[in-house]
């Protein structure tokens, strides 16, 4: 079993607020994020997300980062 961490996530699936307005290195930065986290993470593994997952503002916002969060293993 391997523990990982890793905040500001700041997904943006219920919310008009992408990464790329800070340089084109951080377009599709979900996809990219997704990919790293499939090569190390196992179902027997830890994830800690500490926080800053989501640029959303409301919780019933937050429905689509939940559901992309919850589908990787941890």
Same mark, same amino acid.
């Given at each position: 079993?391997?523990? #990982?961490?890793?905040? *500001?996530?700041?997904?943006?699936?219920?919310? &008009?607020?992408?990464?790329?307005?800070? +340089?084109?290195?951080? /377009? &599709?930065?979900?996809?990219?994020?997704?990919? =790293?986290?499939?090569?190390?993470?196992? &179902? *027997? *593994?830890?994830?800690?997300?500490? +926080? *800053?997952?989501?640029?959303?503002? #409301?919780?019933? =916002?937050?429905?689509?980062?939940? /559901?992309?969060?919850?589908?990787?293993?941890?």
């Amino acid at each position: 079993m391997s523990i #990982y961490a890793i905040a *500001d996530l700041h997904l943006s699936f219920g919310t &008009n607020k992408p990464m790329n307005i800070f +340089g084109t290195n951080w /377009e &599709n930065h979900e996809k990219k994020i997704k990919e =790293d986290w499939l090569k190390k993470v196992n &179902n *027997d *593994d830890l994830v800690l997300l500490p +926080g *800053d997952f989501s640029w959303a503002m #409301y919780l019933k =916002d937050t429905r689509f980062d939940f /559901e992309y969060l919850c589908s990787m293993p941890r």
